[in-house]
């Protein structure tokens, strides 16, 4: 069974960063394209980044562009969200998603990710 665990979260101020990880479980992370997504107080889940197997393709929405950067370090089955310039509406829990059998491309449509993490809580805060 695969399990996927995040961990990194916390409180930072503006302009603070965060990394995040992702550790999977029950198999291995180069067979899979990993998604970050978040979801704030009051909203609906959206999608911030993916990366796609073989780091072929690496996607991230426009309001995270040249501040997140998704990575992954297949031989210790983890995947990365750096989190750089950090914003107040960058505030939400955020989770990963494993997609199996999408090689060499991406995408944040929520219903393809066939594991889904517990989520960690980011906040940015003054």
């Known amino acids: 069974q695969v399990e996927l665990v995040e961990s990194g979260g916390g409180v930072v101020q503006p302009g603070g960063s965060l990394r995040l990880s992702c550790v999977v479980s029950?198999?291995?992370?180069?067979?899979?394209?990993i998604g970050w997504f978040r979801q704030a107080p009051g909203k609906e889940r959206e999608g911030v980044s993916c990366?796609?197997?073989?780091?072929?393709?690496?996607y991230y929405v426009d309001s995270v562009k040249g501040r997140f950067t998704a990575s992954r370090d297949n031989a210790e089955n983890t995947g990365y969200l750096q989190m750089e310039s950090l914003k107040v509406e960058d505030t939400g829990v955020y989770y990963c998603?494993?997609?199996?059998?999408?090689?060499?491309?991406?995408?944040?449509?929520?219903?393809?990710?066939?594991?889904w993490g517990q989520g960690t809580q980011v906040t940015v805060s003054a």
């Open positions: 998603a494993a997609d199996y059998g999408m090689v060499g491309l991406c995408v944040l449509t929520q219903y393809t990710y066939d594991v």
């Open positions: 029950g198999s291995t992370l180069d067979e899979y394209a």
């Open positions: 990366l796609s197997t073989s780091d072929a393709m690496t």
